[in-house]
Nanobody, 117 residues
């Protein structure tokens, strides 16, 4: 099982980035998908997710209107389009997959996003 994130980097405030998570080794459509982020000294926090099997999406208040989550059940990818980035969006971003009917879940290794002021 693998979740591999890509697309992180350094971007000025107001800029955009798209993070991508490529999945393999499990039945992608059986899992809900999410993006979390973590800064040093703080707990990992949910940024955005597909809330259920009906593709309902959730966004943390801090990113709502700026970030968009999407998934491709053919390519086995989940993306996070991030617009109008702010310095407080600086964090390591993690992809997460959880099986709908169990506690089975997987994490990616994380990708660093740095937003300069």
């Amino acid at each position: 099982v693998q979740l591999v994130e890509s697309g992180g980097g350094l971007v000025p405030a107001g800029g955009s980035l798209t993070l991508s998570c490529s999945a393999s080794g499990f039945t992608f459509v059986d899992y809900t998908l999410a993006w979390f982020r973590q800064v040093p000294g703080k707990e990992r926090a949910l940024v955005s997710a597909f809330a259920g099997s009906d593709s309902t999406t959730y966004y943390a208040p801090a990113v709502k209107g700026r970030f968009t989550i999407s998934r491709d059940n053919v390519k086995y990818t989940v993306d996070l389009q991030m617009n109008n980035l702010k310095p407080e969006d600086t964090a390591v971003y993690y992809c997460h997959a959880k099986q709908y009917w169990s506690r089975r879940n997987y994490w990616g290794q994380g990708t660093l996003v740095t937003v300069s002021s």
